[in-house]
């Protein structure tokens, strides 16, 4: 279906047949739009969902060893223009790194319409003190938003005329490659695809640890470690005194090393002779070294005992441990 699109007094019009979708402009847009005389790039905000528990503790955040991340949210800018742009209040870097990206379409029925923007990063360039490629190895564009935005200019650097939005929408997938992270970012549509009923009968909780159901503040559960040694499937580490299967399910931040930033779910937590061992789900991609720090989170089964005994937090537990386990009869 062809598509085409054209600058009105009033708005700037997308528009298929038997369909038009309008998209707003501000008057000084509008009247820069009536000259025909303008010049243009994309606008590229990327907003993290990264968040700091420790701050709630009056910890620093990210890299200091109170807390985990960088407060939330954080927001990065890129521009495709051959100079940085100044945008409200925020700078868009042109270079360092650089950014492209694939056609736009937006649908107007219930399909998730996705855009590719392939952002090429070295390790030179850093984001929140890591390098560019091993933030996104790591983890760091899981579950950010981005929104694309086109600025109009009157000559180049002014962006008084302000922008019109092209695309917005949640990043799905990360491929990393040698020259580039390649972002899917699909439309908030694909929010649709949920799972129904959203509740279900199980003898477990059906909240996750730390949810807004389960109500428990993950910050005042953190523990901060360092490596003694280990390997990309297991860490030893000797300054915590937990029990054993304390932090079996948890996750492990590290916040220091080639994994700064990067994320574990722990398989199984055993400390012996004053060893603690995690072991993790999935390998890091780096084996980290002696002195690495991280922070460190316990872990739930989701039964009802643990909710009493470990957290004391039965009032918010979610689970029907009492519905009979399936049977079969003949």
């Known amino acids: 279906m062809n598509q085409?699109?054209?600058?009105?007094?009033?708005?700037?019009?997308?528009?298929?047949?038997?369909?038009?979708?309008?998209?707003?402009?501000?008057?000084?847009?509008?009247?820069?739009?009536?000259?025909?005389?303008?010049?243009?790039?994309?606008?590229?905000?990327?907003?993290?969902?990264?968040?700091?528990?420790?701050?709630?503790?009056?910890g620093y955040g990210y890299g200091y060893g109170y807390g985990y991340g960088p407060p939330a949210p954080t927001q990065l800018f890129y521009t495709d223009a051959d100079q940085d742009l100044v945008y409200n209040g925020n700078t868009y870097l042109c270079t360092h790194p650089t950014v492209s990206r694939t056609g736009i379409k937006c649908s107007l029925d219930l399909s998730v319409d996705t855009v590719e923007v392939s952002i090429y990063?070295?390790?030179?360039?850093?984001?929140?003190?890591?390098?560019?490629?091993?933030?996104?190895?790591?983890?760091?564009?899981?579950?950010?938003?981005?929104s694309i935005d086109r600025c109009f200019m009157p000559t180049y650097g002014d962006t008084s005329a302000g922008v019109v939005n092209l695309f917005f929408g949640n990043v799905s997938e990360v491929k990393p490659s040698r020259s580039a992270v390649v972002l899917t970012v699909s439309s908030q549509l694909e929010l649709l695809n949920l799972d129904?009923?959203?509740?279900l009968l199980s003898p477990g909780c059906i909240h996750s640890l730390f949810d807004t159901g389960c109500a428990l503040t993950q910050a005042y559960y953190a523990e901060y470690g360092w490596v003694t040694n280990g390997s990309a499937l297991a860490v030893n580490s000797t300054n915590l005194n937990l029990p054993s299967g304390y932090f079996t399910q948890g996750t492990m931040l590290f916040t220091s090393g080639a994994n700064a930033g990067a994320s574990a779910t722990i398989?199984?937590?055993?400390?012996?002779?004053?060893?603690?061992?995690?072991?993790?789900?999935?390998?890091?991609?780096?084996?980290?070294?002696?002195?690495?720090?991280?922070?460190?989170?316990?872990?739930?089964?989701?039964?009802?005992?643990?909710?009493?005994?470990?957290?004391n937090n039965l009032t918010n537990f979610r689970g029907w441990p009492f519905v009979p386990s399936p049977t079969a009869s003949t």
């Open 121 to 146: 990063g070295s390790s030179a360039d850093l984001v929140l003190s890591v390098p560019f490629p091993q933030f996104a190895v790591n983890g760091g564009f899981d579950g950010a938003t981005m």
């Open 267 to 311: 398989k199984q937590h055993t400390l012996a002779n004053g060893v603690n061992t995690f072991a993790l789900m999935t390998p890091l991609n780096a084996a980290p070294a002696a002195g690495d720090n991280f922070t460190i989170f316990p872990g739930c089964d989701k039964t009802m005992a643990t909710c009493q005994s470990k957290f």
């Open 196 to 199: 129904m009923p959203r509740n």
């Open 4 to 58: 085409n699109q054209y600058a009105h007094p009033k708005y700037i019009f997308a528009f298929q047949i038997e369909n038009i979708v309008m998209k707003t402009a501000s008057p000084a847009l509008i009247g820069l739009l009536a000259t025909q005389q303008l010049l243009y790039a994309d606008l590229y905000t990327i907003t993290l969902v990264t968040s700091d528990p420790g701050a709630a503790m009056g």
